[in-house]
Protein backbone atom coordinates (compact mmCIF):
# COMPACT_ATOMS: atom_id res chain seq x y z
CA UNK A 1 0.00 0.00 0.00
CA UNK A 2 2.74 2.27 0.65
CA UNK A 3 3.77 1.81 -2.52
CA UNK A 4 0.75 3.11 -4.27
CA UNK A 5 1.00 5.60 -1.99
CA UNK A 6 3.98 7.28 -3.36
CA UNK A 7 3.14 6.83 -6.36
CA UNK A 8 -0.06 8.45 -6.06
CA UNK A 9 1.82 11.05 -4.47
CA UNK A 10 4.29 11.36 -7.62
CA UNK A 11 1.06 11.62 -10.04
CA UNK A 12 -0.11 14.45 -8.52
CA UNK A 13 3.22 16.36 -7.90
CA UNK A 14 3.32 15.58 -11.68
CA UNK A 15 -0.13 16.98 -12.17
CA UNK A 16 0.74 20.53 -10.00
CA UNK A 17 4.30 21.08 -11.86
CA UNK A 18 2.53 20.68 -15.02
CA UNK A 19 -0.38 22.74 -14.05
CA UNK A 20 2.31 25.56 -13.21
CA UNK A 21 4.21 25.14 -16.32
CA UNK A 22 0.88 25.12 -18.68
CA UNK A 23 -0.80 28.23 -16.98
CA UNK A 24 2.29 30.19 -17.15
CA UNK A 25 4.16 28.99 -20.55
CA UNK A 26 1.28 27.43 -22.15
CA UNK A 27 0.65 23.76 -23.35
CA UNK A 28 2.31 23.65 -26.50
CA UNK A 29 5.08 26.13 -24.60
CA UNK A 30 5.46 23.49 -21.93
CA UNK A 31 7.78 20.53 -22.20
CA UNK A 32 8.00 17.11 -20.98
CA UNK A 33 11.29 17.68 -20.21
CA UNK A 34 10.76 21.57 -18.79
CA UNK A 35 8.10 19.52 -16.26
CA UNK A 36 10.85 17.17 -15.05
CA UNK A 37 13.61 19.64 -14.60
CA UNK A 38 10.91 21.70 -12.65
CA UNK A 39 10.36 18.23 -10.15
CA UNK A 40 14.18 17.10 -9.89
CA UNK A 41 13.93 13.71 -11.92
CA UNK A 42 14.36 12.23 -15.63
CA UNK A 43 12.10 12.91 -18.61
CA UNK A 44 11.55 9.17 -18.01
CA UNK A 45 10.03 9.38 -14.32
CA UNK A 46 6.96 11.71 -15.74
CA UNK A 47 6.84 9.39 -18.84
CA UNK A 48 6.03 6.60 -16.28
CA UNK A 49 3.18 8.52 -14.83
CA UNK A 50 2.02 9.84 -18.06
CA UNK A 51 2.44 8.60 -21.39
CA UNK A 52 1.99 11.77 -23.31
CA UNK A 53 1.27 15.44 -22.41
CA UNK A 54 -2.38 14.85 -23.47
CA UNK A 55 -2.77 11.86 -20.93
CA UNK A 56 -1.43 14.81 -18.48
CA UNK A 57 -3.97 16.59 -20.00
CA UNK A 58 -7.16 14.45 -19.21
CA UNK A 59 -5.89 13.85 -15.76
CA UNK A 60 -5.66 17.44 -15.13
CA UNK A 61 -9.21 18.01 -16.04
CA UNK A 62 -10.74 14.53 -14.52
CA UNK A 63 -11.28 15.83 -10.85
CA UNK A 64 -13.13 18.80 -12.28
CA UNK A 65 -15.22 16.36 -14.03
CA UNK A 66 -15.67 14.79 -11.19
CA UNK A 67 -16.78 17.08 -8.83
CA UNK A 68 -19.02 18.79 -11.70
CA UNK A 69 -20.67 16.04 -11.72
CA UNK A 70 -21.29 15.69 -7.57
CA UNK A 71 -22.72 19.19 -8.25
CA UNK A 72 -24.75 18.41 -11.03
CA UNK A 73 -26.40 15.55 -9.26
CA UNK A 74 -26.75 17.10 -6.42
CA UNK A 75 -28.81 19.99 -8.22
CA UNK A 76 -31.12 17.72 -10.44
CA UNK A 77 -32.10 15.87 -7.32
CA UNK A 78 -33.67 19.15 -5.97
CA UNK A 79 -37.93 18.81 -6.69
CA UNK A 80 -37.67 22.73 -7.77
CA UNK A 81 -35.79 24.66 -10.96
CA UNK A 82 -35.32 27.30 -8.77
CA UNK A 83 -33.69 24.84 -5.79
CA UNK A 84 -31.67 23.02 -8.67
CA UNK A 85 -30.66 26.44 -10.61
CA UNK A 86 -29.20 27.65 -6.65
CA UNK A 87 -27.52 24.62 -5.85
CA UNK A 88 -25.88 24.61 -9.42
CA UNK A 89 -24.81 28.05 -8.93
CA UNK A 90 -23.18 27.48 -5.93
CA UNK A 91 -21.83 24.47 -6.33
CA UNK A 92 -20.18 25.64 -9.81
CA UNK A 93 -18.73 28.93 -8.58
CA UNK A 94 -17.00 27.00 -5.25
CA UNK A 95 -15.78 24.34 -8.38
CA UNK A 96 -14.48 27.25 -10.13
CA UNK A 97 -13.19 29.04 -7.16
CA UNK A 98 -11.34 25.97 -6.25
CA UNK A 99 -9.70 25.36 -9.62
CA UNK A 100 -9.11 28.81 -10.80
CA UNK A 101 -5.01 28.03 -12.01
CA UNK A 102 -6.83 24.98 -13.88
CA UNK A 103 -9.56 27.56 -15.57
CA UNK A 104 -7.08 29.96 -16.39
CA UNK A 105 -5.72 27.57 -18.02
CA UNK A 106 -8.72 26.20 -20.21
CA UNK A 107 -9.98 29.67 -21.04
CA UNK A 108 -6.51 30.32 -22.73
CA UNK A 109 -4.98 27.34 -23.77
CA UNK A 110 -6.42 25.35 -27.32
CA UNK A 111 -4.94 22.02 -25.96
CA UNK A 112 -6.60 22.08 -22.82
CA UNK A 113 -9.84 23.29 -24.16
CA UNK A 114 -9.85 20.81 -26.91
CA UNK A 115 -9.40 17.65 -24.41
CA UNK A 116 -12.27 19.35 -22.53
CA UNK A 117 -14.37 19.43 -25.55
CA UNK A 118 -13.66 15.74 -26.48
CA UNK A 119 -14.55 14.26 -23.63
CA UNK A 120 -18.32 12.81 -23.75
CA UNK A 121 -18.45 12.62 -20.18
CA UNK A 122 -17.59 16.39 -20.15
CA UNK A 123 -20.15 17.42 -22.80
CA UNK A 124 -23.08 15.69 -20.98
CA UNK A 125 -22.48 17.12 -17.89
CA UNK A 126 -22.59 20.69 -19.59
CA UNK A 127 -25.76 19.82 -21.34
CA UNK A 128 -26.91 19.03 -18.25
CA UNK A 129 -25.75 22.27 -16.34
CA UNK A 130 -27.19 24.18 -19.46
CA UNK A 131 -30.35 22.79 -19.02
CA UNK A 132 -30.52 23.12 -15.21
CA UNK A 133 -29.29 26.86 -15.80
CA UNK A 134 -31.40 27.97 -18.99
CA UNK A 135 -34.26 25.56 -18.77
CA UNK A 136 -34.49 22.41 -21.46
CA UNK A 137 -36.09 24.70 -23.82
CA UNK A 138 -34.65 28.47 -23.23
CA UNK A 139 -35.22 31.17 -25.26
CA UNK A 140 -32.56 33.32 -26.77
CA UNK A 141 -32.36 35.55 -24.11
CA UNK A 142 -32.04 32.80 -21.21
CA UNK A 143 -29.82 31.16 -23.77
CA UNK A 144 -27.19 34.08 -23.94
CA UNK A 145 -27.54 35.12 -19.81
CA UNK A 146 -26.66 31.34 -19.48
CA UNK A 147 -23.62 31.04 -21.40
CA UNK A 148 -22.64 34.75 -20.33
CA UNK A 149 -23.11 33.76 -16.77
CA UNK A 150 -20.69 30.08 -17.36
CA UNK A 151 -17.95 32.15 -19.07
CA UNK A 152 -18.05 35.73 -16.98
CA UNK A 153 -17.17 32.88 -13.71
CA UNK A 154 -14.58 31.36 -14.90
CA UNK A 155 -13.10 34.98 -16.41
CA UNK A 156 -13.85 36.32 -12.78
CA UNK A 157 -12.03 33.71 -11.11
CA UNK A 158 -8.77 34.12 -13.07
CA UNK A 159 -9.16 37.60 -13.63
CA UNK A 160 -5.48 39.67 -11.48
CA UNK A 161 -7.84 42.47 -10.34
CA UNK A 162 -10.07 39.91 -8.35
CA UNK A 163 -6.84 37.88 -7.16
CA UNK A 164 -6.35 39.72 -3.98
CA UNK A 165 -10.51 39.33 -2.78
CA UNK A 166 -11.47 37.20 -0.18
CA UNK A 167 -12.19 33.91 -1.35
CA UNK A 168 -15.98 34.10 1.21
CA UNK A 169 -16.16 37.87 -0.21
CA UNK A 170 -15.44 36.75 -4.11
CA UNK A 171 -18.04 33.72 -3.78
CA UNK A 172 -20.80 36.03 -2.65
CA UNK A 173 -20.39 38.51 -5.15
CA UNK A 174 -20.02 36.04 -8.10
CA UNK A 175 -23.35 34.17 -6.71
CA UNK A 176 -25.17 37.20 -6.63
CA UNK A 177 -23.94 38.62 -9.94
CA UNK A 178 -25.08 35.46 -11.44
CA UNK A 179 -28.33 35.31 -10.10
CA UNK A 180 -28.65 38.84 -11.29
CA UNK A 181 -27.56 37.80 -14.93
CA UNK A 182 -30.06 35.05 -14.80
CA UNK A 183 -32.75 36.57 -13.58
CA UNK A 184 -33.10 35.40 -10.22
CA UNK A 185 -33.11 37.37 -7.25
CA UNK A 186 -30.12 37.49 -4.72
CA UNK A 187 -30.50 35.21 -1.99
CA UNK A 188 -29.14 33.46 0.50
CA UNK A 189 -27.25 29.92 -0.92
CA UNK A 190 -27.72 26.45 0.66
CA UNK A 191 -24.14 26.22 1.46
Do not use: W
Not at 21 to 39: C, E, H, P, Y
Request: net charge positive.
Amino acid sequence: MTGQRRAGAARERVLAVALELFARNGVSGTSIQMIADQLGVTKAAVYFQFNAKEDLLRAMVAPAREEMQRVIEAAEARPRPAEQVSVALVGVVDMIIKNSQLNAVMLVDPAVSRVAREDPILRDLVARLDRILAGPEPDVEALVSMVMVSGALMAATTDPRLAGLDKDVLRRHLLNNARRMLGLRAIRDHA
